[in-house]
């Protein structure tokens, strides 16, 4: 059994950075792939950033490119959201999930685990 703990969310200003973790309990995330999502109240969960199993491949959503990174400590069973130079749209409660395959994808109807959401709030 999978089980994701998010942490890492909170208060900042635009143009600041702020990092999230996604710790695996239970089991190592192993070559399973992990996404990041977010989501802002009356919306769809959208996905923001994943990270491929075993090659580590990453992918990003349009809107986050350049500005955000996705990384693995295998040896912490961690995976991270670098956000950096963030911006009052961005403002969102994140969540990290995983899923029972190495690719990345952005529907997240496809991940299987998921962790507590951490609100992030980016003030102009």
């Known amino acids: 059994q999978v089980q994701l703990v998010v942490s890492g969310g909170g208060l900042v200003q635009a143009g600041d950075s702020l990092r999230l973790s996604c710790a695996s309990t239970?089991?190592?995330?192993?070559?399973?792939?992990v996404g990041w999502f977010r989501q802002t109240p009356g919306k769809d969960r959208d996905f923001v950033a994943g990270i491929g199993g075993s090659a580590g491949n990453t992918r990003y959503a349009d809107s986050v490119k350049g500005r955000f990174t996705a990384s693995r400590d295998s040896a912490k069973n961690t995976v991270y959201l670098q956000m950096n130079s963030l911006k009052p749209e961005d403002t969102a409660v994140y969540y990290c999930?995983?899923?029972?395959?190495?690719?990345?994808?952005?529907?997240?109807?496809?991940?299987?685990?998921w962790g507590q959401g951490t609100q992030v709030t980016v003030s102009s």
């Open positions: 239970g089991r190592s995330f192993g070559s399973s792939a």
């Open positions: 999930a995983a899923r029972n395959s190495a690719a990345v994808v952005a529907a997240p109807q496809y991940y299987s685990y």
